[in-house]
């Protein structure tokens, strides 16, 4: 403050002794140039110091009448190149050139005195985050080496206490628009061959769990738990993850999950289709879909609670092929109670991929079946059946409480119980 002071004294005492110079045009703006002597200044400092001589040069000759600099020249040459050594440590005035008019010029060439940074080391330290997630974040900051560098780069030693707050500030600014669910703290350790670091602080609710589920309308999940597994491990490394980067980064998770999926021998081989979808949160879980576009291959087994009904307990075995929305298959029943067995050719129409018709027919007690399924939601099923022969009708209303379990409250003209069906 009390060069400032000085500075802009001396400016006052220049204008009282030029009094009598008779009066011209005050300067209403003043354009300052900036340069390098030896090399470039470095790009973003060059703004910065460009700044900083803009202010100085704004309070010292706004104002003042043109006369005036003109008639005191060296004393003002003498005063602004004090200033500019002063407000920009590390550089010293080469030359000053001062051009008066109502728009003044102030052309500065600089050079820096004593050492200058030649290389810069730049490091990211990700922290705890696995190498699967460092990878992502790899991405977003990839920026940043060449951003600093392009700072610190030919920068005097003596400039870093200033260059410093500014490389900080800029790489936090820049961080919180591509990275914002990390808070960026930077480090640097000056000399020849300074150093920088970068630490990646996660902010706001991060991954604590994750896990996979597959699930399947025509293949048996649990020959793809050699798959879930392999996908398990893999989610592993998005925990410690801020959720909304995992949600930013959505569309470059499925896509590098879909590419594997694709690439297994089952796709390739056997026409089976994979899509995987995320669903977001603390609790990270990846939805895998898997079904065969030709072929249907699928068990489940359940067990009626409270029911008066013949048989109580039943394996079911779905086999056939898919034609089209069509499906064409065999439901085989074993009821172990009695040891009987029921098989059901059959054919089933997906009108939309939540609405499904189908007929069968009995082979074992010549009757005919027609039942329709109506998807609600992710997990809740409504289910109508009509069996001709016997006169029967049932209505259900299922939730899947996971991939493989699902309970569903079963109503009869007559009677009404829950059934729990697992899906093998």
Known sequence: MKRWGLCVGAAICMAATTTSIAHAEPIEAVTVHLEGAKQPLPAVLAKRMTAAVQTAADKLYIGVDTEVVQAGEATYHKVTTDIIDRILYGYTVESLTITPGTTSELAVRLRPYGQTIQTVDVAVEYGNLTPTAQQL????????????????????????????????????????????????????????????????????????????????????????????????????????????????????????????????????????????????????????????????????????????????????????????????????????????WSFYPSYAYHITPDTTIAYQYNLSDKYSRAWLRQDIGERWHVRAQRDFGINHNEFGLAYDLNNYLTLEYVVTEDNKWLRLIGYI
């Open 137 to 340: 974040v790899a991405q977003d900051v990839a920026f940043v080496e060449p951003r600093i560098e392009q700072i610190l780069l030919g920068a005097p030693l003596d400039s870093l206490d200033w260059a410093s707050a500014v490389t900080s500030q800029l790489v936090r600014n820049e961080l919180e628009g591509a990275l914002p669910e990390f808070i960026p703290q930077v480090d640097i350790t000056p000399g020849t061959h300074t150093k920088v670091r970068v630490y990646l602080i996660p902010q706001g609710a991060v991954v604590r769990h994750s896990s996979t589920e597959i699930a399947s309308n025509t293949l048996p999940s649990s020959i793809f738990f050699a798959t879930k597994r392999y996908y398990d491990n893999y989610l592993v490394g998005f925990e410690g993850v801020p959720v909304a980067f995992i949600a930013r980064h959505e569309g470059d998770i499925l896509s590098q999950v879909q590419q594997g999926l694709n690439n297994s021998r089952a796709s390739e081989r056997f026409g089976i289709s994979m899509m995987p979808s995320l669903q977001l949160g603390t609790d990270l879980l990846l939805k895998i879909q898997v079904d065969s576009s030709r072929y249907i291959v699928r068990g489940e087994a359940y067990l009626d609670m409270g029911s008066e009904a013949e048989h109580n307990v039943g394996f079911k075995l779905f086999t056939g092929v898919k034609q089209g929305r069509g499906d064409w298959y065999l439901e085989t029943n074993f009821f172990p109670d009695s040891y009987k």
